[in-house]
């Protein structure tokens, strides 16, 4: 087994969803879908409130942690939504911020098709999985598909009473980057298994067996499909001693956040893995105490609000030259 290495943890920066901003996004839109879309009425709704003055900061702050063009960006946001308001105006302020990237959507389906999924955590769950109370290694979701969702989300609309459930983000380009190049070409074949692709929503066809390390044209990472559950799936057998060296150099990159009520994080699922540690001990929690964090998908839209704040601002740098 891999050495366990306490992650760092990080008190991050918090971007502010003023209160004012996060009422005009929930006047302007509902949590209408269209199939696993936020409709696209409430998209455009949501780009109007961001791109009508007032927004200028949110986005520019969404934008210079989620750039892509700058490795130096954390690749990840966590904003601060207004604790205050209901749960149905943080879903719908949730969605607009997402709508600030891309589309957002939801990969699997739940009851009635809603948006954010995810229900209070359970002890019936599996401990690792969503809504559960263990510990979850570090993944990006769905790594096994044709069309990874290109950011994931988790809103907090209670934190955990026990204290625990720290949210974890690991850095899968620093982690290749510590690698050496045998084991990123072992990486780089078609033979990895994870987990299965069934019933899931906007993220194309199954893709098993895949390669962990999927390069651009430049020869820059695109993807790193990664999941810690790869590590003990028989399917990998024979090649676990590459993937125990992944984790323990993903491990060495990996910051602690803790979340509350309001808070949203946004994850480029590009460039961050993310998961958890075990919730505090359950025992006496009532129903309707414990902690509920709901999570959405987006897609990544270059028209959308926060991408367009970066083509501007390197417009103007190359205006500047
Ligand atoms: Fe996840």
């Given at each position: 087994?891999?050495?366990i290495?306490?992650?760092?943890a ?7 969803l ?15 879908m ?17 791109t ?14 989620l750039d892509?063009?700058d ?10 939504l ?8 943080l879903q ?5 911020v997402?709508?600030?990237l891309?589309?957002p959507?939801?990969?699997i ?10 229900q209070?955590t ?5 401990a ?5 109370t263990?510990a ?7 790594p096994?598909?044709e ?6 989300s988790l ?10 459930g720290?949210s974890l983000?690991?850095?899968?380009r620093a982690?290749v ?11 780089r ?8 692709a069934?019933?899931l929503?906007?993220v ?15 020869g ?10 790869m590590l003990?799936d028989?399917r990998?057998t024979?090649r ?13 990159t990996?910051?602690?956040?803790t979340?509350?009520?309001g808070?949203l994080?946004?994850i480029?699922q590009?460039r961050m ?13 009532a ?9 959405a998908?987006?897609?990544f839209d270059?028209?959308?609000?926060a991408?367009?704040v970066l ?11």
């Open positions: 087994m891999s050495q290495i306490e992650p760092r990080e008190d991050p920066v918090r971007v502010v003023p209160r004012t901003l996060s009422a005009a996004l929930s006047e302007a839109a509902t949590m209408q269209e199939g696993h879309r936020w409709s696209a009425q409430n998209v455009a709704a949501a780009r109007g409130v961001l009508g003055g007032g927004a200028q900061m949110l986005l520019s702050a969404l934008a210079g942690r892509r063009s490795p130096s960006s954390p690749g990840w946001a966590l904003l601060a207004p604790a205050t308001v209901g749960d149905e105006e719908v302020a949730g969605a607009g997402l709508a600030a891309g589309c959507f939801f990969s389906r739940q009851g009635n098709g809603r948006l954010w999924i995810g209070e359970s002890e019936a769950k599996e690792a999985s969503f809504g559960g263990g979850q290694t570090l993944h990006i979701d769905a096994n598909v069309q990874v969702p290109e950011y994931t809103l907090v609309l209670r934190g955990d009473p026990a204290g625990g720290v983000l690991g850095d899968l982690a980057a510590r690698l050496d190049e045998t084991d990123r070409e072992a990486l074949e078609p033979v990895f298994f994870e987990g299965q069934e019933n929503s906007g194309g066809a199954p893709r098993m067996p895949f390669p962990v390390l999927e390069d651009d044209q430049d820059q990472p695109a993807w790193v499909r990664w999941a810690g559950k003990r028989p990998n024979g676990t001693a590459v993937l125990e060296r992944f984790a323990a150099a993903l491990a060495q990996t910051v602690a956040v979340l509350g009520r808070q994080l946004v480029d590009r893995a993310h998961g958890r540690t075990a919730l505090g001990p359950q025992q006496g929690l129903d309707g105490t414990r902690r509920w964090i709901m999570q998908k987006a897609t270059p028209a959308a609000p991408h367009q083509a501007g601002a390197a417009a103007g740098r190359r205006n500047d030259a």
